[in-house]
């Protein structure tokens, strides 16, 4: 099984600021299958990035992925007040899919 | 307009059965992959496994298999989720979502809604 760590935890920033979240695979996923998904309470997630870099449908370009092998990132350029929710890394590459533990974006 | 809607919330016993249910639109459901996920609350995301409508093909999450049964319709372009026997630990959220290519190994793009599983004595 592969394993997602994200962090940090919770991340307590101001609108308007940068947002980077990271998550760590247990091992070197193939071809970058790694997804980024933000869920609002009482909301399904919604999918904002996959490929690891590749944004999603309707998704504002503030939102951008990077990363490769073990390493990626989650980068929303300025937060605007929508954007305070949890957001998790996914991975899609091996038969057990699996969803890092969530890194909680609040209102500092 | 691709979307999926799910059965409305539950309230079982432990020991029941339950059948809950993902019904596809705007697409040709047999041709997309469609994965179910877990949430307990206040917790995360849990993959539990995914099927391919178009000829059932199957398959399970260790932490799932033999719990649960997933299944698919294309007649109704539905998926299903179903439990023989439910426990306390099944209360949660549970999400179906379709992939957004039609191969196995891709990102969940259209999520449903949700339905609510709550068992309790």
């Known amino acids: 099984e592969i394993v997602l760590t994200q962090s940090p935890g919770t991340l307590s920033l101001s609108p308007g600021e940068r947002a980077t979240l990271s998550c760590r695979a247990s091992?070197?996923?193939?071809?970058?299958?790694l997804a980024w998904y933000q869920q609002k309470p009482g909301q399904a997630p919604r999918l904002l990035i996959y490929?690891?870099?590749s944004r999603a449908t309707g998704i504002p370009d503030r939102f951008s992925g990077s990363g490769s092998g073990t390493d990626f990132t989650l980068t929303i350029s300025r937060l605007e007040p929508e954007d305070f929710a949890v957001y998790y890394c996914?991975?899609?590459?091996?038969?057990?899919?699996?969803f890092g533990q969530g890194t909680k974006v609040e209102i500092k | 307009e691709v979307q999926l809607v799910q059965s409305g919330a539950e309230v079982k016993k432990p020991g029941e059965s339950l059948k809950i249910s993902c019904k596809g639109s705007?697409?040709?459901?047999?041709?997309?992959?469609i994965v179910w996920v877990r949430q307990m609350p206040g917790k995360g995301l849990e993959w539990m496994g995914i099927?391919?409508?178009?000829?059932?093909?199957?398959r399970y999450s260790p932490s799932f298999q033999g719990h649960v049964t997933i299944s698919a319709g294309t007649s109704t372009s539905t998926a299903y989720l179903q439990w023989n026997s439910l426990q306390a630990s099944d209360t949660a959220m549970y999400y179906c979502?379709?992939?957004?290519?039609?191969?196995?190994?891709?990102?969940?793009?259209?999520w449903g809604q949700g339905t609510m599983v709550t068992v309790s004595s």
């Open positions: 099927i391919y409508p178009g000829d059932s093909d199957a």
């Open positions: 996914q991975q899609y590459g091996s038969s057990l899919r699996t």
């Open positions: 490929g690891a870099s």
């Open positions: 979502a379709r992939t957004l290519s039609t191969w196995d190994h891709d990102a969940f793009e259209i």
């Open positions: 705007g697409y040709s459901f047999s041709r997309y992959w």
């Open positions: 091992q070197s996923l193939s071809s970058n299958y």
